[in-house]
């Protein structure tokens, strides 16, 4: 590949861009996205570098003079191309999922998630530990409805934050400082009973 | 009460309260709550911002600059947020591959 300075990577792509320029733009990130996805994709991975790709090299394209310089260009391109590919693999893998479907059975009752589905016997509880679910189950419940539907889904259930965001009508960004703020409200309610997140995790240890 | 946060709420007591929860599990949950009010912090930046920088940011760790030192606030979203660790890890893949 030929090692463009920055300068001349926005020279030869800003404007009618160089369809050489382009073209070793384009193989390295088929290159690095077949690399990285072949690991995490088991599916036909070709067609959907090929959509990545394509959507990517628009991206760049469009925000060129966005990029600061501040990294090598072929860095930045890659970030591009990462943003693109894991998000819509995370909405893929998701795509048939609903926050009513993932908590509500067709009967009106709560659905178990994965986490609850161990089968094995409960061994006698705790007391302690018991008054630790019992906090947590309260402390959850003072947080808003929308603080307490990101927390459940993203810290507990585990789902991508852009399939939440996504659900909530909201975006990834918005959706972080809406769990950020749940935590922090969480811990000062924590230290109100005058315990600290350690203490709890003693209890456990 | 709307129907989906009824839901959310019977979802916590049912993984809470209910003497039918596997104790593992709730203790996981548990503790993996705390350890993120552990780690949280009053100031954090968001997933746009971490954006902004992440190309130089996984530049640096591949120079083996202290990036707790130089980006303390990137360094700490990276560690806290799933998803922008999973796009630097996939990106310093990328970076190696090229360097390689």
């Given at each position: 590949?030929?090692?463009?300075t920055?300068?001349?990577?926005?020279d030869?792509?800003?404007?009618?861009?160089?369809?050489?320029?382009?073209?070793?733009?384009?193989?390295?990130?088929?290159?690095?996205l077949r690399?990285t996805?072949?690991?995490r994709?088991?599916?036909?991975?070709?067609?959907?570098?090929?959509?990545?790709v394509?959507?990517?090299?628009?991206?760049?394209?469009?925000?060129?003079?966005?990029?600061?310089?501040?990294?090598?260009?072929?860095t930045?391109?890659?970030?591009v191309?990462?943003?693109?590919a894991?998000?819509?693999?995370?909405?893929?893998?998701?795509?048939?999922?609903?926050?009513?479907?993932?908590?509500?059975?067709?009967?009106?009752?709560?659905?178990?998630?994965?986490?609850?589905?161990?089968?094995s016997?409960?061994?006698?509880r705790?007391?302690?530990?018991?008054?630790?679910?019992?906090?947590?189950?309260?402390?959850?419940?003072?947080?808003t409805?929308?603080?307490?539907?990101?927390?459940?889904?993203?810290?507990?259930?585990?789902?991508?934050?852009?399939v939440?965001?996504?659900?909530?009508?909201?975006?990834?960004?918005?959706?972080?400082?809406?769990?950020?703020?749940?935590?922090?409200?969480?811990?000062?309610?924590l230290?109100?009973?005058?315990l600290s997140?350690?203490d709890?995790l003693?209890?456990?240890? | 009460m709307?129907?989906?946060?009824h839901?959310?709420?019977?979802?916590?007591?049912?993984?809470?309260?209910?003497?039918?929860?596997?104790?593992?599990?709730?203790?996981?949950?548990?503790?993996?709550?705390?350890?993120?009010?552990?780690?949280?912090?009053?100031?954090?930046?968001?997933?746009d911002?971490?954006?902004?920088?992440l190309?130089?940011?996984?530049?640096?760790?591949?120079?083996?600059?202290?990036?707790a030192?130089?980006?303390?606030?990137?360094?700490?979203?990276?560690?806290?947020?799933?998803e922008?660790?999973?796009?630097?890890?996939?990106?310093?893949?990328?970076?190696?591959?090229?360097?390689?």
């Amino acid at each position: 590949m030929t090692q463009y300075t920055n300068e001349e990577w926005l020279d030869l792509l800003g404007g009618e861009p160089d369809q050489a320029a382009l073209a070793e733009l384009r193989e390295m990130l088929v290159r690095g996205l077949r690399y990285t996805l072949s690991s995490r994709v088991k599916s036909n991975l070709d067609p959907l570098i090929e959509d990545f790709v394509q959507d990517a090299l628009l991206k760049i394209l469009d925000k060129l003079e966005t990029f600061r310089g501040e990294s090598q260009f072929t860095t930045w391109a890659q970030k591009v191309a990462v943003r693109v590919a894991l998000t819509d693999l995370r909405r893929k893998r998701w795509r048939d999922f609903s926050l009513e479907e993932m908590t509500t059975s067709p009967d009106g009752s709560v659905l178990e998630p994965a986490f609850m589905s161990d089968p094995s016997p409960s061994p006698e509880r705790q007391t302690a530990q018991q008054a630790m679910f019992d906090l947590v189950r309260r402390l959850l419940d003072d947080l808003t409805d929308r603080q307490r539907q990101a927390v459940m889904l993203v810290m507990v259930s585990g789902l991508p934050m852009d399939v939440v965001a996504d659900q909530m009508d909201t975006n990834r960004n918005a959706l972080y400082k809406l769990i950020h703020d749940a935590r922090l409200r969480l811990k000062r309610r924590l230290e109100e009973e005058g315990l600290s997140p350690e203490d709890v995790l003693a209890v456990f240890g | 009460m709307s129907n989906f946060t009824h839901s959310i709420r019977q979802l916590i007591a049912r993984i809470l309260g209910q003497p039918s929860s596997r104790e593992r599990k709730k203790d996981e949950l548990v503790q993996g709550l705390m350890k993120a009010l552990r780690d949280s912090r009053e100031r954090e930046i968001g997933c746009d911002e971490v954006y902004e920088v992440l190309d130089q940011y996984a530049e640096a760790v591949l120079k083996g600059v202290d990036t707790a030192e130089l980006m303390p606030l990137v360094n700490h979203h990276i560690h806290m947020c799933h998803e922008c660790r999973e796009e630097l890890e996939m990106l310093m893949e990328m970076l190696r591959l090229q360097m390689a």
